[in-house]
């Protein structure tokens, strides 16, 4: 009898005018987002794949093993899965390419055999991760806290204000733009 799969299925559930509350973890849950090169990266993929996409940043927090993002479709055929694809694709080739470069021993961690001819570098775990549609304005705020409040509850850094990978700078302190992170939108009329 096979075994059954252990990799839970997400369902996108793509209306429009829904915010998405995303998470989606690095390989193994690895920590490989400690690195201000890959964040870089990271935010610069977040950017292009909003643009590209259709969809408007309404927060972020980048975890050193996962990332969370809030996201409000702009367009009427922006659909998730090529929203997060738009992300991870071009930005895992990235890192392996640097990896490649400086010889980097993490990258025999990070490639894994599929069958015994075929092998792939895994930057992030498989599957889609977390999505859960959003449609009032109070549990918007909610999830912005949320998000905001990780590095904190994880014992990162004792306040908000001190982790400079998340979006707080932008409703907090929006005068000091920091540099090497995604773009966030201002939230679409009628919200």
């Known amino acids: 009898m096979p075994s059954p799969s252990h990799r839970k299925l997400v369902k996108h559930i793509d209306n429009p005018g829904h915010a ?5 973890s690095c390989y193994r849950r690895f920590p490989l ?28 927090v980048y975890m050193p093993e996962h990332v969370h993002l809030l996201v ?14 738009a992300i991870k694709r071009p930005f895992s ?5 640097l990896m490649q470069l400086h010889d980097d021993p993490l990258l025999g961690r990070l490639t894994i055999t599929e069958r ?9 775990q498989e599957g889609s991760g977390y999505d859960r549609n959003i449609t009032d304005p109070d549990t918007l705020h909610s999830v912005i806290n949320y998000i905001h409040a990780n590095p904190v509850r994880r014992g990162l850094v004792p306040r908000e ?9 932008h409703y ?19 919200w």
């Open 33 to 60: 987002l400690q690195n201000d090169t890959y964040r870089k990266l990271l935010s610069d993929s977040i950017d292009n794949a909003t643009t590209g996409q259709g969809f408007l940043l309404l927060a972020y």
């Open 20 to 24: 998405h509350e995303l998470t989606f």
């Open 93 to 97: 080739y990235r890192v392996k390419q």
């Open 172 to 190: 907090h302190d929006p005068g000091n733009r920091k540099e090497n992170l995604p773009t966030v939108h201002d939230w679409p009329i009628g």
């Open 161 to 169: 204000s001190e982790w400079h990978w998340s979006s707080w700078h």
């Open 72 to 85: 409000i479709p702009n367009r009427i055929d922006a659909t998730i899965s090529p929203f997060l694809s």
């Open 116 to 124: 015994p001819s075929k092998s792939s570098f895994r930057f992030w």
